[in-house]
């Protein structure tokens, strides 16, 4: 039987999300507030049908940060399935939105290029895809989503939704702004130096290229995470001003002490998913709670576990589900031992 998805707004990543779909065999219906990006998108083969479909499985709200949270009642009204949204801002929605077949997630891929045009049924691949399930959320819809997310080729990771909110000023939200300052100093510099902006090469292109994307999606996230994005900002003028003095007073010592930690950090970035050799298997009894197999991924999470499958089966014993999670054997003791802490059950057998 033919799966089917609903898409809610056709911009970039929007019609990712539809084209990924599609390469996989799903029926997509999709609709945007412009008709003419909802017959661009039927032109471009990134939909079966304009509108909303009732039968869908699953439908992603990929609107403004601002009209998730309506889009994504809309969607739970209309449709039997689970509900998800796209936004990078994820705590007022999760708020906002307290129903078993709704979960928030953010799937951290995007691209130079704007709406349709750059749409990518790839782009997902080896990107963090991150879930942030609430306390209604249903096991059975986390684990739904999550197993699509690896489908489409993304590394799911699950954390709460203030938590995420609070990475992502970091992550994303404020290179963003910074880079948007530091290309205002350039152009003032080059009101009164023609030549500066000609210099503008190598490491400023590269710190300033997150300034490319659409200017208006960003008035959105700034008012919708602000606490967030005011706090990073906060610790990075404090950062700035504390560079200032070690620069200032010509503190050698200081200075290369800050560029080398910096470096080793840089060095240090994750980059995509890769596939682990070396693995072991967690099964792991879900509790008759809710949001137990959600705390689970949320935990692997804050341990840094490295997680290269799962899947979430039936006990033999009852309705209950079992969660098997393929890991890092590296870091299967402390995940074990995280569980255990926290009332699970879970066996670990190492895979050979």
Do not use: Y
């Amino acid at each position: 039987m033919t799966r089917r998805a609903n898409v809610l707004g056709l911009g970039l990543i929007g019609g990712s999300v539809a084209a990924a779909l599609r390469s996989k065999g799903w029926h997509v219906t999709g609709s945007d507030a412009s008709s003419s990006r909802n017959e661009e998108a039927m032109s471009r083969s990134l939909l079966d049908a304009v509108g909303i479909d009732a039968a869908a499985e699953v439908s992603f709200v990929a609107t403004p940060v601002s009209h998730i949270a309506d889009g994504v009642r809309r969607l739970l009204a209309e449709t039997k399935g689970l509900v998800t949204d796209v936004g990078s801002v994820k705590a007022p929605i999760v708020d906002a939105v307290t129903d078993a077949r709704f979960i928030g997630g953010h799937p951290m891929a995007g691209s130079e290029l704007q709406g349709l045009e750059g749409a990518d049924a790839e782009m997902f691949r080896g990107a963090v895809w991150v879930l942030t399930p609430s306390a209604t959320t249903s096991d059975e819809t986390f684990a739904t989503m999550a197993d699509l997310v690896r489908q489409l080729g993304g590394d799911v990771l699950a954390l709460p939704a203030r938590r995420h909110d609070q990475l992502v000023a970091v992550t994303s939200h404020l290179p963003h702004l910074a880079a948007a300052t530091l290309l205002t100093l350039a152009r003032s510099r080059a009101d009164d130096h023609a030549a500066v902006m000609r210099l503008a090469a190598g490491g400023f292109r590269d710190m300033t290229r997150v300034a490319s994307g659409h200017p208006a999606i960003w008035l959105d996230i700034c008012r919708e995470n602000q606490p967030a994005i005011v706090e990073a900002l906060d610790a990075m003028i404090d950062g700035l001003s504390d560079m200032r003095k070690i620069v200032s007073e010509t503190d050698s010592d200081t200075l290369l002490q800050r560029l080398t930690d910096a470096r080793t950090v840089r060095a240090n970035l994750p980059g995509r998913v890769s596939e682990l050799t070396d693995v072991s298997e967690v099964r792991i009894p879900i509790p008759d709670r809710a949001g137990a197999a959600a705390e689970v991924f949320t935990l692997a999470a804050e341990l840094g576990v490295n997680t290269a499958n799962f899947e979430v089966v039936h006990s033999v014993e009852g309705d209950r589900g079992v969660l098997i999670m393929v890991v890092d054997t590296a870091s299967s003791d402390v995940f074990r031992g995280g569980l255990i802490a926290r009332g699970f059950k879970p066996s670990v057998t190492r895979i050979a």
